[in-house]
DNA sequence: GCGATCAGCT
DNA sequence: CACAGCTGATCGC
């Protein structure tokens, strides 16, 4: 904040150019509308620059034109997560997250759906007089003063754990144990079972023995008489009342014998303690989530995966064998002791996820009669539109995993069951598509403004959204998550994950960089292994002006054209996005902006103040500005069709369309185009709410991260290469 | 008929 | 190119 520029920040763009509207204008100026063009520009600069010299806001940098060179030629080589070697290793020691220390254990919070607040409970009425962005139910990425706020919130993480008790039981989808039963028959032979089961129990450590299936005290038993009663037990049918279960073994009835075996064959039964603490029985065993791995404590990459592996073949396995009567004593004798099946019930008419699951991934084997039935889940029918042609899962891009962890991130499109943690980063469409209302895949994670959003618009249900708050610790599944402000559209985030391993994930999901970033604290004591990045405009010829001086620009065109009282001005938006922009104009020129009662009640969605509300109308009569979507802007024959709406009132259309991608390939170098058909001029302004080129590589070299991954425009190995080389370059 | 997906378009 | 997302055709339930 040292250096206040005392003129207008020298940035690319060019004087706009009012002389058509001149020679056309059929009025004189209005004053009481808007001031004469020389007294609106100094108007505009004075509103902007105050509003810049405001302590609470970003300093304004002249572009640097230094790094708007050709792109280096495209060096083709390589894997797709690149190593890196910082290029300047922090100058002082990082030092380790702090994790825990001042966390508040939230865990029964957990269960209680996502707390989306209604308009009235939102609206903070204790907004700054600024107007900044700041919201009763979250601050927008793009405020100022919300930077302020959410920096005074940095202290006093929240711990919320979220295992998998937190799953719903009817999503969960066990796979049928017949072909795993067989497997272990074909390993050890009733008496064999029965042996093992009486041996692991004999020890009770006060010397007495306990049968493992009731509980009752055998110890007056000889063995052999031990033999026919635990045989007994498996026989029978009907389930041991539960007063009649010794309460000291009530773990032991949870039967662990199976799972036990499972993991030996996979050499891994140095983890049996863990299975059997949390009493993961066969069935439980085939529900588990790479996640609830991570919650038993199984962090190490190579014995998880095993786990997920065999599991998922497990599976497989059921997959094929469906259709097959169970054997109700092979049941009993091999793994689901105690559990009452009926003999003449087929397996999968007890698990009913996996038996539509299941029928998704063999349709033919599946008995018409389930899937004729109402038992057809939502999840099923999500499998099956997720599927591609060729009836395989599309495979998940990398950029949407969280290495290291069984999260997805803005990956929709990709949903299958092995996932129970979806984070949503913000509510574009490219970010959520493939989301329903019927989406039962677990919790979705996102921001409280994304929460409503994705409740309002898609219709999913307040339970399954999980709402984070920004700049607090959050463990969700062993994993410490604290999102930060992502500065793209209302309610984006940033997400930064802290594994139980040591190492960090950062994914960026699409933001813009800002120079309170550089003081985070988060970010700066990271020591990041991965970073996931919004690689959008990952090109040094995308080196656009900050908003600010877009939006100054946009101001003074606008007053500039204002005399003609027939002048009709557009400003392009997205369903969100480009807020800050109309919202700063209006309040500069303190002139209301038409936005349209769809529009309104989506920005109402969006938690503004008052203060900034009182900005917007949904009378076109009271305002000449007006707030249309992008692609009306992007066609002139859509705006000639507008113009034609309103003819005789005006006679001219000045259209601001807010695009990073003025500065695309293939185009004139110019900062800011302007196109005129006839009556209609169109501004495409370089207003990005993606990084441009220049604080891409700022971010990267404040995170220093280990590895990069580029999440948009990644067609391979090749370009994730091309843009990293393009990140790590010295120009 | 409805909801979801996909191609085409800006 | 395609930010982000609309429209209309098609498919499956």
Redesign the pocket.
């Known amino acids: 904040m040292a250096s206040k520029p005392k003129t207008r920040p020298k940035s690319n763009l060019p004087e706009p150019a009012p002389t058509l509207a001149m020679a056309m204008s059929e009025g004189d100026a209005d004053d009481d509308d808007f001031q004469n063009p020389s007294q609106a520009i100094s108007l505009a600069q004075t509103l902007v620059l105050s509003s810049l010299k405001n302590p609470t806001s970003r300093p304004l940098k002249p572009s640097n034109g230094t790094s708007r060179k050709k792109p280096r030629p495209n060096p083709s080589t390589g894997k797709e997560n690149r190593e890196l070697l910082p290029r300047d290793p922090p100058s002082k020691p990082r030092v380790p997250p702090k994790i825990g220390s001042e966390r508040v254990n939230l865990s029964t919070a957990n269960d209680e759906p996502a707390r989306v607040p209604t308009r009235e409970a939102t609206v903070s009425d204790e907004c700054g007089k600024d107007g900044g962005f700041k919201t009763g139910i979250g601050y927008y990425a793009g405020s100022i003063e919300s930077r302020l706020m959410g920096s005074s919130l940095k202290n006093g993480g929240l711990d919320i754990e979220a295992g998998p008790e937190e799953e719903d039981p009817g999503e969960i989808e066990p796979g049928t144990q017949l072909r795993e039963l067989m497997n272990l028959c074909s390993e050890m032979n009733e008496e064999e079972i029965s042996k093992a089961v009486v041996e692991d129990l004999k020890n009770c450590g006060d010397g007495r023995v306990e049968c493992p299936l009731c509980g009752i005290d055998i110890s007056d038993l000889t063995e052999e008489l031990r033999h026919v009663h635990t045989n007994e037990c498996l026989d029978k049918e009907v389930p041991i009342p539960t007063d009649e279960i010794n309460p000291r073994s009530l773990k032991q009835a949870v039967d662990t014998s199976p799972v036990i075996s499972f993991l030996s064959n996979l050499g891994l039964s140095r983890y049996e303690d863990a299975f059997m603490r949390e009493e993961i029985d066969w069935d439980t065993l085939q529900w588990l989530t790479e996640e609830d791995l991570l919650t038993l404590g199984i962090v190490p990459l190579g014995p998880r995966k095993k786990i997920v592996h065999a599991l998922n073949d497990l599976r497989k396995a059921n997959c094929n064998t469906l259709n097959v009567e169970m054997d109700v004593s092979q049941v009993r004798n091999n793994g689901n002791i105690g559990k009452v099946l009926p003999g003449n019930k087929l397996i999968t008419e007890f698990f009913q996820g996996p038996a539509t699951r299941n029928s998704v991934c063999s349709p033919r084997n599946v008995p018409p009669r389930v899937e004729g039935a109402n038992q057809?889940s939502a999840q099923k029918?999500?499998i099956?539109?997720?599927k591609?042609?060729s009836g395989k899962l599309k495979d998940i891009p990398p950029w949407c995993c969280v290495p290291g962890t069984p999260f997805r991130v803005d990956a929709f499109?990709y949903?299958r069951g092995d996932c129970s943690h979806w984070f949503l980063t913000?509510?574009?469409?490219?970010?959520?598509?493939?989301?329903?209302?019927?989406f039962s895949y677990g919790k979705i994670y996102c921001s409280e403004i994304t929460a409503q959003l994705v409740n309002s618009k898609?219709?999913v249900s307040l339970d399954r959204l999980h709402v984070l708050p920004l700049n607090q610790k959050i463990r969700i599944a062993g994993t410490d998550v604290t999102c930060l402000d992502a500065n793209?559209?209302p309610g984006s985030m940033i997400l930064l994950f802290e594994l139980p391993n040591g190492k960090t994930v950062l994914h960026t999901g699409?933001f813009r960089f800002y120079p309170e970033m550089v003081s985070d604290p988060m970010l700066r004591s990271c020591r990041l292994h991965t970073l996931i990045l919004d690689t959008?405009y990952c090109n040094p010829q995308y080196d656009f002006p900050k908003q600010e001086a877009v939006i100054q620009f946009v101001i003074e065109a606008i007053q500039a054209e204002a005399f003609n009282p027939k002048t009709l001005f557009l400003i392009g938006s997205?369903?969100?996005?480009k807020e800050r922009l109309f919202l700063e104009v209006a309040r500069c020129l303190r002139k209301k902006v038409y936005v349209g009662a769809a529009k309104l009640r989506l920005l109402e969605c969006l938690g503004f103040p008052k203060e900034d509300m009182q900005w917007f109308t949904v009378n076109e009569m009271e305002s000449r500005i007006h707030v249309v979507?992008?692609?009306t802007i992007?066609?002139?024959?859509?705006m000639k069709h507008l113009s034609n709406q309103y003819y005789g009132r005006y006679n001219l259309i000045v259209a601001f369309?807010?695009?990073?991608?003025t500065f695309?390939?293939?185009?004139k170098k110019s900062p800011c185009r302007r196109w005129q058909q006839g009556t209609i001029i169109r501004y495409e302004v370089p207003y990005?709410?993606?990084c441009s080129f220049t604080e891409l590589k700022e971010f990267v070299r404040l995170v220093s991260p280990e590895n990069i991954i580029p999440s948009?425009?990644n067609?391979g190995p090749a370009s994730a290469d091309a843009m990293v080389a393009l990140l790590m370059s010295d120009s």
């Open positions: 057809v029918k999500a099956t539109r997720n591609a042609n499109r949903l913000h509510f574009h469409l490219d970010h959520y598509q493939g989301l329903t209302r019927s898609i219709g793209h559209c699409d959008t997205y369903t969100i996005g979507p992008m692609w992007a066609s002139f024959k859509r369309s807010p695009t990073g991608w695309g390939k293939g185009k990005s709410e993606h948009v425009n067609d």
